[in-house]
Every structure is written in C-alpha cells, then in structure tokens.
C-alpha cells in the first residue's frame, strides 16, 4: 500500500487550538481568524517546496454540532455522531482552506487547495467497541441521561458536570479516500484531509457504514502520512517540545527521541493519554512504519522544527 | 480557461430530492437510503467509461442546519449561513461518496471518489446584493423578525408562515477550486464538488471572503461543466421532460429544443423561478459556452437520456 518514500512531502496534524483557542467561544470570526495565523504558516512550508498535506482535530466544532442537534432534536432529526464528524470537516475544512488561498495568492502563488471528506476505517472487533472511554458532546440531566440509554446510547457520569455521552476510540486502520489523496498530492494539490481523525465507517457484509466513534487524529495522521508515503510527519500543539515529567521540578524538554527510548517513556507514563501520549504513540508508529522522522512542536516553530532548530525530533533506532 | 472539450466527461447536477423526498422528515437513514438509490444510476455510467463529476443541492439539509444554528444560540455562536453551507456539502458529500463507493466496490470497481469543499465566486457588486429574493431558513415571529433586523438581518413575512430571512441569489462566476477538480478529474477521480450551488465568496481587497448568499446549484453546475470542457451537462429532476404550459391542457412535452427556442420559452414564462427556470438557463448558457448538450430529465432515467432515448435534450443552434 505504501508508495515510494518521498522526502518533500510532509503531513502536518494540526491541534484544536490552530482553530479555537483557550477562552474563545469559537465563533466563525474568532476561528477564520486563527485559521489565517495558521495559514501563514503552512504557507512558509509551501515556498521551502515541501509538498503538504494537512490532518486537523475537530473537538470544540463537533461538540458545538453534537450541541445543535440537542437543542433542535424536537423539530430536526439529529444527524449522527459520524455524519456530524463530516459536517465539521466541511467546516473546518472551508476555514483553512480559503485562509492558505488567501495567503498563497498574497504571496503571488497559485497552487491549487482542496478539502477531502474522509472517512476512515477501523475494525467491527476493536476492542475499543466493548469498551467506549471517549466523553462527546453535551452534558446531560439523569433523567435526560436514562431517556438516552434507554435509546441505545452508553453514558458515564462526568464528576461536577453532568452525564454525557461516551464513544469508543478505535485504532484507524487506513483513509478510505487514501489513493483519491496520492493522486491529488501527486498532482501538485494541497490536501486537508482526514479531519477530525476521519469519519469512522466500518465494513460490515462488503460495505462501508458509517460507526459512531472517534478517531484519535494523530492516530489517523500517521496512517495518512505512512500511506502516502511521506518522510516527514510533523505534530503541531501547544508546546514546543515534548518534556519528562512534564511541569514538575525536574522537568526535561526532549529534542530527540529514537522509537525505543520514546516507548520506554511512553510505558513509564510521562505522556498523558488524550493528550501527548497519542502523539508519541503515532510518532513511534510513524518511525516504524519507515518514516524518516517525526516532529512534535508548535505552530510558530514549524520551520525552525523542520530545520532541526527546535521542536522533538522521533526518529528510527 | 476551458479545456479542450471532453466527450466523456460528464457534469451531473442532482435534485433535492436525490437525498431527501417529499413528505420525509430528513433522517440519515433516509437521506442515506436515497443516496444509494442515487449512486446505483451513477454508477451505471461510470461502467460505460463515463468520467463523471457530480453536483448537489443542499436546501433541505442547510435549513435543518440554520434551524438547528438558531435554536442553539444561546449556547452555541451560530456560523454564517456561508460557514453552515460548507457543513452540508461535508454532510451530503459523505452520504454521496460512501454510497458511490459502495456501488462501485459491489460491482468490482476500485474508482476514487472525493468530495471536494467548494467555494464559488460572486461579484461583489451582483445586481442580486441589491435585491435580496431567496427565503432561508426557518421561520420568526414578528418579534424575533424585528431583533434578527437590528443585527442586519433582511426578512420578509412568508403568507401564512411568518417572518423568514432573504438573502441575495448573485450569478456564479468560478468554482475557486477549479484547478484542483480539473487536476482531480484528470487522475481518474469521481468529483462530488460545488454542492449547494457552492460556498459563495466574494474578492474584497484582493481576498476571498465569505458572503450570505444563495447559489442556484444548476447555474453554479454549469460554471463547473464549462470550466471543466465537459461536452455534457445532465441536470436531474422530479420530471422526465420538460413541458410547455406545465400540467395544463395543452401540455407539451419536448423531447429537443436548441438555446434560441429555449430562451424564447423561458421568455414567455413557461418555466417557472426557482424551479424549472434556473435548469433552463444553465443548460443554454452551457450550450452557449461551446457544451455540446445539456439533457434535464429524471434520476432513473439517466442512463437513456444520455442513450438519446428520452429526456429534454438542449442542443446549440
């Protein structure tokens, strides 16, 4: 499945702040705008050559939509989880999009951008469908709460908050639209793909449906960069650099990491799941799926990193 | 900017009712199950060597979503109707695409299939800015009317309804992502783009920028045939043929007409605003751009229109 390696050709997994940051209400304004500052960024990369592909989170969007289809379930059919997840790529997908056209024709640079709705496969038998850990979309009353289960869904009780909703995260197994995507990189196209981690669908008697899930987006990022064959496979969040014993006195900021040392860590707990252990999990994977390197830093340091200037480096033992 | 014209090449452009019937309440399932009714036929002609791009409305599903924004937003910063169009075409896409790939995959085709986020340019200074004509979204009170006023909104009181948003319906000029659909189109890829007459932007100082505006989808969809080189256009509807003095006595049903005998029917008034109107013209305007035909018939008929058997074929003079 893969193609042959290809140096110039990074995918980029972009973390929920590149669109909605702490304190904002995430109104359409306050996202463009980020979006834009985002753009630049990427833009930078463009003129270096690299050819890009670019992954984003979807958290604060699709709980805003999973909110909607509450409040308006008595007079619109509420779209499920999965449909929802593509609602966000839409969405999501327009922002960043017309911002890198804006900035690329700024820049006097006509290169052709598209959003894919993508949609990712997982297995009917992941052991994540027996046990759902992931909390999506509003809070909800007890009594709510139980009208829910009663319909089907599995709900937890979220301490000081309320009950809500919990999804399985099943491990992505590869982008349906993967070789619709190699073609578009190939032919010179930027591509934001897989959004969100991808829409979940399952193959269940020869077709595809659409599953109730998430899909960790790093996780689904290192599958698209592995598929396509790229080299290089940078994480953007909100550190510049991967830290042991994170926050604490004895803190250390990491620039390198091979596989091993990075699982070693990842075992002793230094990364914390649902937040910078996914990364390094999809960086291992990444590495040993042949990826030259894998990079996690944040956004203004997306070219000093690929330069080798800062950020965490995972690369192959 | 047109290609060399390309037989093979086929725009199709899709009636509402290719997702959500009349008298259905608009549920996945339902809306799914009509995709599937929707990709077997395409992928009728996609066997025969077709190269097919397909085109969407979306006035079911983006009203849901303007619903579900209003009732919401208290909670929820509601997106412009702009932001809300990307949605649908992320949600219909999907159901399109999935259904595309399925039907394919049952018949031992391994075609790619993409749904490309679509922005669709607009002159800022479209007479239609001037004078807003198209009803979205749900229905106010006279109240609510007056407060949705002050913040800008235009609204108009709907007979017997209440009071509704109108906005501007300007005249396509471009699909943004020309290029790339073009470049996907080349590579083998079936192309869901420009759904809901495209995601309407405008050029201020030198930027794209999103507008609250409608696009009619059949004239947005022949943009997209022309500036592809497609030698055909097919727009699908809820009827067989087109008719002069529709469901009177003297109904007459044609089988051809050339663009001089269409525009002077659509003169007279024989094909209504918001309806058979817009098919009308988008398929002279096709013509008249060097396509060399334009067929307006119905979903199950689809394979014989393009056979010549039925179908309202519109042919340049």
Redesign the interface.
Same mark, same amino acid.
């Given at each position: 499945m893969t193609s042959e390696r290809q140096d110039e050709l990074v995918v980029i997994a972009l973390g929920g702040n590149a669109l909605q940051r702490y304190g904002q =209400? #995430?109104?359409?304004e306050e996202q463009l705008e980020n979006a834009r500052v985002t753009a630049k960024q990427i833009v930078r990369l463009i003129r270096r050559g690299y050819r890009v592909v670019i992954t984003h989170g979807n958290g604060p969007q699709v709980g805003?939509?999973l909110? &909607?289809? *509450?409040? +308006?379930s008595e007079? @619109? $059919?509420p /779209? $499920?989880l999965h449909?929802c997840g +593509? /609602?966000?790529?839409?969405?999501i #997908?327009? /922002?960043i &999009?017309?911002s890198l056209?804006?900035e690329l =024709?700024?820049q006097g640079m006509?290169v $052709? @951008?598209?959003? !894919?709705?993508t949609?990712v496969l997982v297995r009917e038998d992941d052991p994540a469908f027996k046990n759902p850990t992931k909390f999506v979309g509003p809070w909800f009353s007890e009594e709510m709460a139980k009208k829910k289960m009663a319909e089907g869904w599995l709900m937890k009780y979220d301490v000081g908050k309320g009950w809500r909703r919990v999804v399985p995260s099943p491990d992505p197994i590869a982008q !349906?639209?993967v070789?619709?995507?190699r =073609? /578009?990189v190939?032919? #010179?196209?930027v591509v934001i793909a897989s959004g969100g981690g991808g @829409?979940p !669908?399952v193959e269940k008697m020869? *077709?595809?449906r #659409?599953v109730d899930a998430v899909i960790d987006k790093d996780l689904a990022g290192e599958r698209l960069a592995t598929l396509l064959g790229a080299n290089l496979f940078v994480i953007l969040t909100d550190v510049e650099k991967v830290a042991l014993n994170y926050k604490k006195p004895n803190e250390v900021l990491l620039d390198v990491m091979n596989d091993e040392e990075a699982e070693r860590y990842y075992r002793e707990g230094h990364f914390p799941p649902g937040n910078m252990g996914p990364k390094v999990l999809a960086s291992i994977r990444f590495v040993r799926n042949g990826g030259r390197m894998a990079i996690i830093t944040k956004l203004d340091k997306l070219l000093e990193a690929l330069d080798g200037k800062t950020g965490t480096r995972i690369v192959p033992k």
């Amino acid at each position: 499945m893969t193609s042959e390696r290809q140096d110039e050709l990074v995918v980029i997994a972009l973390g929920g702040n590149a669109l909605q940051r702490y304190g904002q =209400r #995430g109104t359409f304004e306050e996202q463009l705008e980020n979006a834009r500052v985002t753009a630049k960024q990427i833009v930078r990369l463009i003129r270096r050559g690299y050819r890009v592909v670019i992954t984003h989170g979807n958290g604060p969007q699709v709980g805003a939509i999973l909110l &909607q289809q *509450e409040l +308006a379930s008595e007079q @619109v $059919p509420p /779209m $499920p989880l999965h449909a929802c997840g +593509a /609602m966000s790529q839409g969405l999501i #997908g327009y /922002m960043i &999009q017309q911002s890198l056209i804006n900035e690329l =024709r700024a820049q006097g640079m006509e290169v $052709p @951008v598209a959003t !894919v709705i993508t949609q990712v496969l997982v297995r009917e038998d992941d052991p994540a469908f027996k046990n759902p850990t992931k909390f999506v979309g509003p809070w909800f009353s007890e009594e709510m709460a139980k009208k829910k289960m009663a319909e089907g869904w599995l709900m937890k009780y979220d301490v000081g908050k309320g009950w809500r909703r919990v999804v399985p995260s099943p491990d992505p197994i590869a982008q !349906v639209e993967v070789e619709a995507i190699r =073609r /578009m990189v190939n032919s #010179g196209i930027v591509v934001i793909a897989s959004g969100g981690g991808g @829409v979940p !669908v399952v193959e269940k008697m020869g *077709e595809l449906r #659409g599953v109730d899930a998430v899909i960790d987006k790093d996780l689904a990022g290192e599958r698209l960069a592995t598929l396509l064959g790229a080299n290089l496979f940078v994480i953007l969040t909100d550190v510049e650099k991967v830290a042991l014993n994170y926050k604490k006195p004895n803190e250390v900021l990491l620039d390198v990491m091979n596989d091993e040392e990075a699982e070693r860590y990842y075992r002793e707990g230094h990364f914390p799941p649902g937040n910078m252990g996914p990364k390094v999990l999809a960086s291992i994977r990444f590495v040993r799926n042949g990826g030259r390197m894998a990079i996690i830093t944040k956004l203004d340091k997306l070219l000093e990193a690929l330069d080798g200037k800062t950020g965490t480096r995972i690369v192959p033992k």
